[in-house]
């Protein structure tokens, strides 16, 4: 065996830039709709049950670009790596997915799991690392973009952990 390998990588900075000047447009719109609506209301004294709204927005929005503002000079990374002792996934943002890593000994299985959507054609897809010692940690695909197929990640791992399995599971969710 070898060292270690990445299979897969996404970087956050380009989606933030994006967010970024996203929020920035609609900060603008939005306190421009209020100033707007505070120089059009005609008893502005009478009547201030739109300002909690707007300031409630307003707030929420700056805390949005504070956000996005620091993610897009900090950039961070989602990885999922493999090496001889162990697999990896790697993320910068905790309070989305949480990183962790299992040793080699402790991989039971990959889990694919289906979940059938009643009332609609389409399923949802879910993808777990099983451990032998109980914990079942969930690959998120927040951070995967279209070219990430996770079966092929899983099919990587299985072929360098020969007694990992890939195990498929399927659900039932109601609309």
Known sequence: MNGSEILYEAQFGHSARRYFWTLVVLLAAWVGAGVLLWWCAKRLWANLGWLPVFLLGS????????????????PGVYRIS?????????CDDPARSPSFAVLATDLASLVHK???????????HEYYVQTKSGPRHRIDLFYANYSMDVMVVFEKVADRFHWVEIVEETGQKRT
Do not use: C, L, P
Request: glycine fraction near 12%; avoid cysteine.
């Open 59 to 74: 707030f929420a929005g700056v805390v949005g670009v504070v956000k996005m503002f620091r993610r897009r000079n900090h």
């Open 82 to 90: 493999v090496d001889d002792y162990g697999f990896y996934v790697q």
């Open 114 to 124: 289906t979940i059938k959507v009643s009332g609609d054609s389409s399923d949802e």
